[in-house]
């Protein structure tokens, strides 16, 4: 049974830069063929992919936050994490970390464990 579960800052003023890692535990992230992914949920609508380290290392992202995301990974610690810059409170969601495969970056991926979930709130 592998575990993901998110940590986050809950609470993040505009224009600052939101962290949040996920720790891994019952498999490792250089698993092949594994895709590790961040997807959000805002208030009210639906799941949002943002982007994906692979068992590799590749790294990808949604187009439309590519410009303000950053996604690493420390393999020591089994865990990757997600930057997002300049957040406004259109940035406020829930934010999960999933394990999927290559497809997830086209996304039309299926996804086998998922984390809990990290409410993070975006507000002055």
């Known amino acids: 049974q592998v575990n993901l579960q998110e940590s986050g800052p809950g609470l993040v003023k505009p224009l600052q830069t939101l962290s949040v890692i996920c720790t891994v535990s019952g498999g490792t992230i250089t698993t092949d063929p594994y895709y590790w992914s961040w997807v959000r949920q805002p208030p009210g609508k639906g799941l949002e992919w943002m982007g994906a380290?692979?068992?590799?290392?590749?790294?990808y992202y949604s187009p439309s936050l590519k410009s303000r995301t950053s996604i690493s990974r420390d393999t020591s610690k089994n865990h990757f994490t997600l930057q997002l810059s300049s957040v406004t409170p259109e940035d406020t969601a829930v934010y999960y970390c999933?394990?999927?495969?290559?497809?997830?970056?086209?996304?039309?991926?299926?996804?086998?464990?998922w984390g809990q979930g990290t409410q993070v709130t975006v507000s002055s």
């Open positions: 999933a394990r999927g495969d290559a497809s997830v970056v086209s996304g039309t991926g299926e996804y086998d464990f």
């Open positions: 380290i692979a068992y590799d290392g590749s790294i």
